[in-house]
T-cell receptor, first 115, second 114 residues
Framework: AQSVTQPDIHITVSEGASLELRCNYS??????LFWYVQSPGQGLQLLLK??????LVQGIKGFEAEFKRSQSSFNLRKPSVHWSDAAEYFC?????????????FGTGTSLTVIP | GAGVSQSPRYKVTKRGQDVALRCDPI?????LYWYRQALGQGPEFLTY????????KSGLPNDRFSAERPEGSISTLTIQRTEQRDSAMYRC????????????FGQGTRLTVV
């Protein structure tokens, strides 16, 4: 069965510190992987995506993620966190011939940024 | 419009009433998805359409939930005889007809059943 696990429910980091949000997936085929951010009162915004090719993908707002097939992981990173990065972050795996075009989401990681 | 539009943004209804939630996808996006997001959880799949055809409704929790997309554009998610447990954020997303395409999400409809 397809699933996404985000082990950290909540993370607190200091502004300027580095950030890594973990995501592990279970998927029967080649995964299409995404990170979305949800700011308060906003919809889900795509940060970055991985379909194939280079396993290190760059996204918006200075985020990057690395696909590691051997670890079934797609962790999100940012070298220096800004206060405006405080939000809920969702990892998702999507779409295959066998499962239709569903997207499976993790339960999210809430990020707090302290001055 | 430029993005996925959902209406209403907020809906408060009494238990037992029917509600209809609307989604207007991005122009040209033929795949449309409905998700439900409970507080503190990630979005959970309900159903999706390619054009006007409902492809998968396995995520609909029971027969009180239904969805349609009669002309392959705007979609309506209907919940009959609402219950308090139906309270959640209902999100709509649309994509191109392409396996693995990214989904663009609307801002959602916050449904509260009292």
């Amino acid at each position: 069965a397809q699933s996404v696990t985000q082990p950290d429910i909540h993370i607190t980091v200091s502004e300027g510190a580095s950030l890594e949000l973990r995501c592990n997936y279970s998927y029967g085929a080649t995964p299409y992987l995404f990170w979305y951010v949800q700011s308060p009162g906003q919809g889900l915004q795509l940060l970055l995506k991985y379909f194939s090719g280079d396993t290190l993908v760059q996204g918006i707002k200075g985020f990057e993620a690395e696909f590691k097939r051997s670890q079934s992981s797609f962790n999100l990173r940012k070298p220096s966190v800004h206060w405006s990065d405080a939000a809920e972050y969702f990892c998702a795996v999507g779409a295959s011939v066998t499962t239709g075009n569903q997207f499976y989401f993790g339960t999210g990681t809430s990020l707090t940024v302290i001055p | 419009g430029a993005g996925v539009s959902q209406s209403p943004r907020y809906k408060v209804t009494k238990r037992g009433q029917d509600v209809a939630l609307r989604c207007d996808p991005i122009s040209g996006h033929v795949s449309l998805y409905w998700y439900r997001q409970a507080l503190g959880q990630g979005p959970e799949f309900l159903t999706y359409f390619n054009y006007e055809a409902q492809q998968d409704k396995s995520g609909l929790p029971n027969d009180r939930f239904s969805a349609e997309r009669p002309e392959g554009s705007i979609s309506t998610l209907t919940i009959q005889r609402t219950e308090q447990r139906d309270s959640a954020m209902y999100r709509c997303a649309s994509t191109l007809l392409n396996r693995g395409a990214e989904a663009f999400f609307g801002q959602g409809t916050r449904l509260t059943v009292v």
